[in-house]
């Protein structure tokens, strides 16, 4: 006998490892007068049982959710290769607005320049985006931001190119 945990539907077959309904991982049922249920030893699953991909509270791979290994690839996108960076949603437009926010951040450095055209580049193109197919592309804000952000170091940084350049000219 074993029981689902989720529905309590019991299952007369012991060969099954899924409930039929919704999936969920049936444990055995004792078959004591108490009748409460008890986590199995460890058991052996003979074949991957396939079950409704909807009601997938918990996977049967025993793998996390998807969501939880999201965060690894798109953080190592915020710094690494600009081309790479053709997903849906916000991604270029939020690596555009951080470019920019950097960039502003060491404008004294000239971050204008090797960060500020990126960033303003990379907003270009995530707006573009945005405007051509919104049903994938989004973030028209934070692409805003980056080629604000990213103009105006752009800027600082040229004037103090100018600056540095009319001061050594005096
Ligand atoms: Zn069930």
């Known amino acids: 006998m074993k029981v689902c945990p989720r ?3 019991v299952y ?3 060969t099954l490892n899924f409930c039929l309904d919704d999936g969920e991982l049936l444990m055995m049922q004792q078959p004591n007068p108490g009748g409460y249920i008890e986590e199995p030893p460890t058991m052996v699953l003979d074949q991957a049982r396939v079950t409704d991909p909807i009601s997938w509270a918990q996977p049967p791979t025993g793998q996390p959710p998807a969501q939880w290994t999201a965060p690894g690839p798109m953080a190592q996108q915020q710094f690494g290769g600009f081309a790479v960076t053709r997903r849906p949603d916000q991604t270029l437009a939020t690596v555009s607005m951080i470019l920019g926010i950097i ?3 060491v404008s004294c450095c000239y971050g204008g320049i090797w ?3 990126p960033a303003a580049i990379l907003g270009f193109i995530a707006l573009q985006k945005a405007n051509s197919d919104s049903d994938k592309y989004g973030g028209r804000g934070l692409a805003t931001a980056g080629i604000v952000l990213g103009g105006i170091s752009m800027l600082i940084t040229l ?3 100018i600056g540095a350049i009319a001061g050594s000219i005096r």
């Open 12 to 14: 007369s077959d012991d």
């Open 159 to 161: 004037l103090i190119i």
């Open 103 to 105: 960039s502003l951040a």
């Open 115 to 117: 960060l500020g055209i």
């Open 7 to 9: 529905c309590k539907k």
